[in-house]
Nanobody, 115 residues
Framework: QVQLVESGGGLVQPGGSLRLSCAASGSTWHLYIMAWYRQAPGKQRELVAVISGGGVTNYADSVKGRFTISRDNAKNTVDLQMNSLKPEDTAVYYC?????????WGQGTQVTVSS
């Protein structure tokens, strides 16, 4: 069983930056594929960024060049650095851990981009 706790959300002006962090429990953390998803009001949850245990990353086209996902396997954390934020980035952001057929989700953290 993996427990995930996100932090770092908040209100930011367009063009600003935020850093989200996800802390995980579990001794085999480094085996998990980690990802950030987001869900805006009235929309489906969508993948934002993913990182493998070895550090290979992939991003949604909408965030490429602005967001960076990273992980620290020693600290059991995965971060999402978000720069040049836009109003359309407003959503609840979720951390997800995947290992085989098992998915674990955090509770989500709100990010609001508004002037």
């Amino acid at each position: 069983q993996v427990q995930l706790v996100e932090s770092g959300g908040g209100l930011v002006q367009p063009g600003g930056s935020l850093r989200l962090s996800c802390a995980a429990s579990g001794s085999t953390w480094h085996l998990y594929i980690m990802a950030w998803y987001r869900q805006a009001p009235g929309k489906q949850r969508e993948l934002v960024a993913v990182i493998s245990g070895g550090g290979v990353t992939n991003y949604a086209d909408s965030v490429k060049g602005r967001f960076t996902i990273s992980r620290d396997n020693a600290k059991n954390t995965v971060d999402l650095q978000m720069n040049s934020l836009k109003p359309e980035d407003t959503a609840v952001y979720y951390c997800k851990a995947n290992w085989g057929l098992s998915d674990y989700w955090g509770q989500g953290t709100q990010v609001t981009v508004s002037s």
